[in-house]
């Protein structure tokens, strides 16, 4: 037992021996991998780090190390192709865009040129920046996104300071969201860019205007109309009055038009614009003394449409009978003045003078084929059927008159077909587009007559020719007091 007992403790000092041996062998292996798992990602940070740079540093020397092997040269290539792929993206967009633009396909010009910036964020292209940020400004401007047009108009006048058309749409942005003062301080500045652009003037101008700020806009008014012809004039006014009037500014829109007016009396368009106006601001008498004023000038179905609608609604039609009856005065050769009277009397009950009218404006050189219809229908209803059918005869010849046909400048033969080659006398591309009014009243030669003519030239001419041959040669007659003294 005892021996027993020493061989147990031998063998527990011999197995604490081993396990102390393992220890000390073990621990400085097992120390290194626990401090290599603390440090591990501090040091594949900076491996990657060092790949890094190393790869920038061989991209940036490639070319000077590159040979020019084959391999080499489409390596250089596909690298190359792979960092601008973002620019040749962003580029094509723009073009897009800015052609969609240019044929009103605006939704599509909106999703391409944001995809564009969207392509191009580290603005490599900068003058494409610019360019589609003032496009989509205007774009958020015609639908009445102030807002967003404004940031537009902003960044692009960050990218390039001295742009004017950048610092003239903010004015104007502003000047639309009641911002009068950082209005008028981005229209000097476009001004200060370009003394001479007369769309801005015009756009402070009307920021001075609403302002109230009556001297200084008289002044900008004074330098606009300096030197500039009254064609140019009345276009700059009709182009802002029109864009007024998209935007639903009408108080400015009517101003314009009115100023336009003051240069160009005669233009039918502008009374047109300027009565639709005050009717849109519920002044239905001002909108028909100014179509009326556009009918004392010349007559325009548009602008007697807008009269007669108006009167149907009136209260008092008598006041429009009035100035209609003015302007017929004005010009009693033309019978659609006639015509739109009479049914401006129907609607009073005047029937006698209503018949009077129509029968004046039926006797004029061409009757209006509304006219002689509605003259027909009133002697028929009177039991009148011989001047009712001829009322309805005028109308026919009339309608017929105005028939669109093509003639032949030549010999005049008229074809309700346009032809290359004239059947008649043989010329080729002379038909042209009239009236059938206009080639009846032409005189026409016969083509035979025409052909005799042309022979009897040619025999004179023939004539003339051997008698002069036969003629002797005049000398040149001297006279005395000619003679050198």
Known sequence: MENTGLIGDILALLGVFFLGFVAGVLFAPVQRLLAGVVRGPKVLVKGAQAVST???????????????????????????????IGLRQAEAAFREGREAFDRGDYGTARRRLSLALLWDQR???????ISAHLKLGMLDENKGDFAEAKKHYQRAAQLDPNNTEAAARLGIVHFRLKENGAA???????????????????????VYRQAGMEKEALEQLRIIKAGESADKLVELF?????????????????ADYELALQLMPQSLPLYLALGDLYYLMKQPRTAVETWCRGLWEGYSEALAERVQTVANEADNVWEIITLVR????????????????????????AEEERVARLEA?????????????ELGELYAQAGDAERASQCYRNGLMAVRGQQEVFCCRVCGNVSSENQQRCFRCGNWQTFESRVRAGCEKRS???????????????RLGSTWSRIRGLLPSAAPHSREEDKPV
């Open 54 to 84: 190393r790869l920038l540093e061989a991209l940036s020397s490639a070319e000077d190390r590159i040979d020019n092997s084959r391999v080499s040269q489409s390596l250089t290539n596909a690298v190359t192709g792979v960092l601008t």
């Open 123 to 129: 603005v490599e292209l900068a003058p494409m920046h």
């Open 184 to 206: 008028l301080f981005q229209l000097q500045r476009a001004l200060e860019l370009d003394p001479s652009n007369l769309d801005t003037h015009y756009s402070l101008y009307t």
């Open 238 to 254: 009709a182009q802002h009055g029109a864009e007024h009037f998209r935007l639903e500014a009408y108080v400015e829109a009517a």
């Open 326 to 349: 003015d302007c017929t005065e004005r010009h009693p050769q033309d019978g659609r003045y006639g015509l739109l009277l009479s049914r401006l009397l129907h609607l009073v009950g």
């Open 361 to 373: 404006a039926a006797r004029v050189s061409a009757p209006p084929v509304a006219a002689l219809m």
């Open 444 to 458: 026409t030669v016969p083509l035979d007559l025409l052909e005799r003519a042309s022979n009897v030239r040619h």
